[in-house]
């Protein structure tokens, strides 16, 4: 049962242009999402997080929007940066007390291409 | 300040076999989280160890198993290997009680294919 998915496997950007992720959950429970980006040959990189009682948090030039009624959030990068591409992953997990605090719930990945 | 770090990179199996991979936590850490990721999904939750003992798992039968020492490192036990078990395991470190959120940091990963 996929409760965090991404539906998008790819995403072709232009450098200097905005990249949009999306990503959707299924579990009401999920309490603290998290964006980490992969390069091939690397473990999963931490980019930026967002817990349920906010609708936003910025990190540079990535924003992260969280609208729980839709179970949706979002990545924003701006302006993308050929270094930027890589494989995007969504990741979702409970609160503290929760049988799904600490278990990280990963999409599938989104691969990200910043073209010159 | 020496990140997460895992051995061996690479590993090559017969089915039936078994298998140990190792991680060492992030300085500071106290908490390891497992996670297998196969070709094109993402990662998936195989357990977690703090306090040198199992404190969540998920969808893994009785085959995986691990072990976490006093010194925090810890280690991912392979039983009776399955084709299906290639894959990449990845090894994520976090410390337990800075807060209510559980941000974990990922090792590079072992690849271990399964002949």
């Known amino acids: 049962d996929q409760q965090v998915k991404q539906n998008s496997p790819s995403l072709s950007v232009q450098e200097g242009r905005i990249s949009i992720l999306n990503c959707d959950y299924t579990n009401s429970m999920f309490d603290y999402f998290l964006w980490y980006k992969k390069y091939p040959a690397e473990g999963p990189t931490f980019l930026i997080s967002i817990s349920s009682i906010k609708d936003k948090n910025e990190d540079g030039r990535f924003t992260v929007f969280l609208n729980k009624s839709a179970k949706h959030l979002s990545l924003h990068i701006v302006p993308s940066q050929p270094g930027d591409s890589a494989v995007y992953f969504c990741a979702a997990s409970g609160a503290w007390g929760t049988d799904s605090w600490g278990k990280l719930q990963f999409g599938a990945g989104t691969q990200v291409v910043v073209t010159p | 300040d020496a990140g997460v770090t895992q051995s061996p990179t690479h590993l090559i199996k017969t089915r039936g076999q078994q298998v140990t991979l190792r991680c060492s936590p992030k300085?500071?850490?106290?908490?390891v989280s497992w996670y297998q990721q196969a070709l094109g999904q993402g990662p998936q939750f195989i357990f977690q160890y703090y306090e040198e003992e199992e404190r969540q798992r998920g969808n893994f039968p009785d085959r995986f198993s691990g072990h976490q020492f006093p010194n925090y490192s810890s280690e991912l036990n392979v039983n009776a290997l399955l084709l299906g078990d290639s894959a990449l395991y990845l090894c994520a470190s976090s410390q337990t009680g800075t807060g209510l959120y559980n941000e974990q940091f990922f090792g590079p990963g072992t690849r271990l294919t399964v002949l």
């Open positions: 300085s500071g850490h106290d908490t």
